[in-house]
């Protein structure tokens, strides 16, 4: 398992019609590239965001599948629009120690 988090602060004059294409294209990416397991996108709803916005997690089978993704094309042409918008922050985590997974 490889797990991608992203926290992003919108720079100003980013348009509603633009934060909600962001969430649309980012889960849309779930089911196109292999090793994408589970897409979960939504604003910060944390008193401690420090000026984020919106954030993400993504978890993958595996690193080789993270880096694949990295540089499918589609997630290219979601960076290329949306990068310009954005303050980010991201974490890319390998879990080392055991861990429960959760379902619906």
């Not at 420090?50 to 997690?57: I, L």
């Not at 540089?71 to 120690?97: C, F, G, K, Q, R």
């Amino acid at each position: 398992m490889f797990i991608h988090t992203f926290a992003l602060r919108w720079v100003e004059g980013t348009t509603e019609e633009q934060k909600q294409r962001a969430k649309r294209e980012i889960l849309a990416l779930q089911g196109k590239i292999a090793g994408l397991l589970a897409t979960h996108v939504g604003e910060n709803l944390s008193p401690r965001g420090k000026g984020t916005n919106f954030g993400g997690v993504m978890m993958f089978a595996n690193r080789e599948s993270f880096a694949s993704y990295f540089a499918h094309p589609l997630h290219e042409e979601l960076i290329a629009w949306l990068m310009p918008l954005v303050d980010p922050t991201e974490l890319d985590i390998e879990p080392t120690s055991s861990t429960r997974e959760f379902r619906d």
